[in-house]
Nanobody, 124 residues
Framework: QVQLVESGGGLVQAGGSLSLSCTAS????????MAWFRQAPGKEREFVAA????????RYADFVKGRFIISRDNGKNTVYLQMGSLKPEDTAVYYC?????????????????WGQGTQVTVSS
């Protein structure tokens, strides 16, 4: 089992920045793809960004390209999400996810492990 704990959410004004982090513990030996998803009230959980274990190749949802950056520190089993130029529509609970292996998926079903989520609220 892998446990994921997110931190860094909060309230920010539109145009501002916020950084999230997610630390994995437990059975973390081996390559893991890690990702961020988000879920706004009344909406389905959607993909935001993902990063491979090796090489650091990344994938982003179109609506965050150029504004968000995903990165990871394998030595710390931690993935980060730097969010900039935030918009009110970015308001959501942000979830960290992990999946054993090297593939970088973009759907909920691609990930086996999930954090409890952290709230991000962007005011207009």
């Amino acid at each position: 089992q892998v446990q994921l704990v997110e931190s860094g959410g909060g309230l920010v004004q539109a145009g501002g920045s916020l950084s999230l982090s997610c630390t994995a513990s437990g059975r973390t030996v081996g390559p893991y793809a890690m990702a961020w998803f988000r879920q706004a009230p009344g909406k389905e959980r959607e993909f935001v960004a993902a990063i491979r274990w090796f090489g650091g190749s990344t994938r982003y949802a179109d609506f965050v390209k150029g504004r968000f950056i995903i990165s990871r520190d394998n030595g710390k089993n931690t993935v980060y999400l730097q969010m900039g130029s935030l918009k009110p529509e970015d308001t959501a609970v942000y979830y960290c996810a992990a999946d054993p292996g090297t593939a970088v998926g973009t759907t909920v079903r691609d990930y086996d492990y999930w954090g409890q989520g952290t709230q991000v609220t962007v005011s207009s």
